[in-house]
């Protein structure tokens, strides 16, 4: 016998020997699943029909994570469809993003927003420069101004990794936009990029409270003592779970994130639902006045809007005990979820969308006289250049978005971010995970997408006919009516007069 043959045979008396092996161990394996499967009383399925039964949580597992790619079509997928998410990936990859052959959007969807194309657009000479933006102008030491209105919305280190904080922070600075901490402090990789950055003060006070979990006004200097820091954002409630606050599993509290918080390591960090100083509307004035007063920076406020009565309230304290103690800005967050875990119960039914509730707000503060002293900023679910324009025509000055420039990062929606197990490296802290992302790359994408979104905003506004996307107002637009038909944005959302008291401070206002 050759050796070839000896080979062979030799190779073939191991490969038995394994298969048997394999075989064996297979057997014994069923057998443990089968009297597992018959033994335990948690799962009716698996008790009645055992190891099989297992198949149907194994598809019920892959079944999240492939819907988006074999089942759901272009415009139908939640919470984000693969058309919108397209657009990201094509944006921040600064590649072609037109289509052609038509629109795959149906255009008799009730709520959707039309653009009204004016007969004589601007020529490429008529087009004005983006026209700038400025922040407690004549009421705060340092105001804030910039020429952008797209920038990144509120996502707290701990949510997000360390790649994709310090991502976020150099792509922010390349596109000349903000960057806002959430509410889990400042960390150095915020600064990291030298970006413009908005600190939120969060329920918890996390990165400016004292042993107490108290405001610490010494804190509060020592962040407002930062250059980069150029506002503060007062947090009351955030539309992944209005009326609850922050939640991020234990599992996700590093070192760096616990010292960056002031909280133990390896302990579920929970925001109380409000603000324990705040009891009503005057707390909140002084408590924005009080942080301006120490910061020297703008102060705002977010909140997800429910109910609204409160804003009459609110606009008539500001008057009584004067401008000085209004907020700078006011973010009108959307009540349709976020990138933060919350119940679905709240995710799904809490409070306000941002179609409805932004018009709400811009109108009280029209009313009352105070829409030039307060800007507002929208959030929520605007991620394509459309949803920018629309926010843009019921009337803010800016739109925040955080799940837009997680797509930019390399987001592919997962569903995973409150697990640790994002497979993107996102929203994990497991190194393995944490590699694939590559800040140095993908700060080039969240740059690119931002300017490229803004870009796309422009075109749409010179399509309306205004110079510049700040000057695009509800009479650019119409919205889709419950029959399926477009009636004039302004028949849907009027807006009111200013209340004659008021209207000589409307008029008088710096800004």
Same mark, same amino acid.
């Given at each position: +016998?050759?050796?070839?043959?000896?080979?062979?045979?030799?190779?073939?008396?191991?490969?038995?020997?394994?298969?048997?092996?394999?075989?064996?161990?297979?057997?014994?394996?069923?057998?443990?699943?089968?009297?597992? #499967?018959?033994?335990?009383?948690?799962?009716?399925?698996?008790?009645?029909?055992?190891?099989?039964?297992?198949?149907?949580?194994?598809?019920?597992?892959?079944?999240?994570?492939?819907?988006?790619?074999?089942?759901? %079509?272009?415009?139908?997928?939640?919470?984000?469809?693969?058309?919108?998410?397209?657009?990201?990936?094509?944006?921040?990859?600064?590649?072609?993003?037109?289509?052609?052959?038509?629109?795959?959007?149906?255009?008799?969807?009730?709520?959707?927003?039309?653009?009204?194309?004016?007969?004589?657009?601007?020529?490429?000479?008529?087009?004005?420069?983006?026209?700038? %933006?400025?922040?407690?102008?004549?009421?705060?030491?340092?105001?804030?101004?910039?020429?952008?209105?797209?920038?990144?919305?509120? +996502?707290?280190?701990?949510?997000?990794?360390?790649?994709?904080?310090?991502?976020?922070?150099?792509?922010?600075?390349?596109?000349?936009?903000?960057?806002?901490?959430?509410?889990?402090?400042?960390?150095?990789?915020?600064?990291?990029?030298?970006?413009?950055?908005?600190?939120?003060?969060?329920?918890?006070?996390?990165?400016?409270?004292?042993?107490?979990?108290?405001?610490?006004?010494?804190?509060?200097?020592?962040?407002?003592?930062?250059?980069?820091?150029?506002?503060?954002?007062?947090?009351?409630?955030?539309?992944?779970?209005?009326?609850?606050?922050?939640?991020?599993?234990?599992?996700?509290?590093?070192?760096?994130?616990?010292?960056?918080?002031?909280?133990?390591?390896?302990?579920?960090?929970?925001?109380?639902?409000?603000?324990?100083?705040?009891?009503?509307?005057?707390?909140?004035?002084?408590?924005?006045?009080?942080?301006?007063?120490?910061?020297?920076?703008?102060?705002?406020?977010?909140?997800?809007?429910?109910?609204?009565?409160?804003?009459?309230?609110?606009?008539?304290?500001?008057?009584?005990?004067?401008? #000085?103690?209004?907020?700078?800005?006011?973010?009108?967050?959307?009540?349709?979820?976020?990138?933060?875990?919350?119940?679905?119960?709240? +995710?799904?039914?809490?409070?306000?969308?941002?179609?409805?509730?932004?018009?709400?707000?811009?109108?009280?503060?029209?009313?009352?006289?105070?829409?030039?002293?307060?800007?507002?900023?929208?959030?929520?679910?605007?991620?394509?250049?459309?949803?920018?324009?629309?926010?843009?025509?019921?009337?803010?000055?800016?739109?925040?978005?955080?799940?837009?420039?997680?797509?930019?990062?390399?987001?592919?929606?997962?569903?995973?971010?409150?697990?640790?197990?994002?497979?993107?490296?996102?929203?994990?802290?497991?190194?393995? %995970?944490?590699?694939?992302?590559?800040?140095?790359?993908?700060?080039?994408?969240?740059?690119?997408?931002?300017?490229?979104? +803004?870009?796309?905003?422009?075109?749409?506004?010179?399509?309306?006919?205004?110079?510049?996307?700040?000057?695009?107002?509800?009479?650019?637009?119409?919205?889709?009516?419950?029959?399926?038909?477009?009636?004039?944005?302004?028949?849907?959302?009027?807006?009111?007069?200013?209340?004659?008291?008021?209207?000589?401070?409307?008029?008088?206002?710096?800004?």
């Amino acid at each position: +016998m050759n050796p070839l043959q000896q080979f062979t045979l030799g190779f073939v008396e191991v490969l038995a020997v394994v298969t048997a092996l394999a075989i064996t161990i297979g057997l014994l394996v069923l057998l443990w699943m089968y009297v597992v #499967d018959v033994t335990q009383t948690r799962h009716a399925i698996r008790r009645n029909y055992p190891i099989i039964g297992r198949f149907r949580y194994f598809f019920e597992h892959l079944g999240e994570f492939f819907r988006q790619y074999f089942f759901a %079509l272009d415009r139908e997928e939640l919470p984000f469809n693969r058309a919108q998410r397209s657009w990201v990936y094509r944006a921040a990859k600064n590649i072609d993003s037109t289509v052609a052959f038509g629109s795959t959007l149906p255009l008799n969807q009730p709520g959707d927003i039309l653009f009204l194309n004016s007969l004589i657009p601007p020529l490429e000479e008529d087009i004005k420069p983006r026209s700038h %933006l400025s922040f407690g102008e004549g009421y705060a030491r340092t105001p804030y101004t910039t020429d952008a209105f797209f920038n990144i919305s509120a +996502m707290s280190f701990g949510a997000l990794s360390e790649p994709a904080v310090r991502a976020l922070s150099r792509g922010a600075a390349k596109a000349g936009i903000w960057l806002n901490t959430g509410e889990g402090g400042l960390a150095p990789y915020h600064l990291e990029g030298h970006c413009d950055v908005v600190f939120q003060i969060g329920t918890a006070k996390y990165g400016v409270r004292d042993d107490q979990g108290r405001l610490s006004d010494e804190r509060l200097r020592h962040i407002a003592g930062h250059e980069q820091v150029r506002m503060f954002e007062i947090k009351l409630s955030q539309g992944a779970k209005p009326g609850k606050g922050g939640i991020l599993p234990g599992v996700k509290v590093t070192e760096v994130i616990a010292s960056t918080r002031g909280i133990p390591v390896g302990q579920d960090s929970i925001s109380p639902n409000r603000h324990r100083e705040i009891h009503g509307i005057d707390d909140l004035l002084h408590l924005i006045h009080h942080v301006r007063d120490v910061s020297g920076k703008p102060v705002g406020i977010k909140a997800a809007i429910g109910q609204t009565a409160w804003l009459d309230e609110f606009c008539q304290r500001i008057h009584e005990l004067g401008l #000085d103690y209004a907020p700078d800005f006011f973010t009108v967050d959307s009540a349709d979820g976020g990138t933060g875990a919350a119940p679905q119960s709240l +995710m799904d039914l809490m409070g306000l969308p941002v179609r409805r509730s932004l018009p709400i707000v811009v109108n009280k503060l029209v009313e009352y006289g105070l829409r030039q002293r307060i800007r507002v900023i929208a959030s929520g679910k605007m991620i394509n250049p459309a949803g920018v324009a629309a926010a843009l025509c019921l009337g803010a000055d800016c739109v925040n978005s955080a799940r837009g420039f997680m797509f930019a990062l390399g987001c592919i929606q997962a569903l995973q971010c409150n697990r640790n197990t994002c497979p993107t490296g996102v929203t994990t802290h497991n190194p393995d %995970l944490q590699k694939g992302l590559d800040p140095t790359d993908k700060a080039e994408r969240v740059a690119h997408y931002a300017r490229n979104l +803004m870009h796309e905003v422009e075109i749409i506004s010179h399509s309306c006919g205004a110079t510049e996307p700040r000057l695009l107002n509800r009479s650019h637009a119409q919205i889709i009516s419950d029959r399926g038909l477009p009636e004039p944005l302004m028949d849907y959302y009027p807006l009111p007069e200013t209340r004659a008291e008021y209207q000589a401070g409307a008029r008088s206002h710096p800004g």
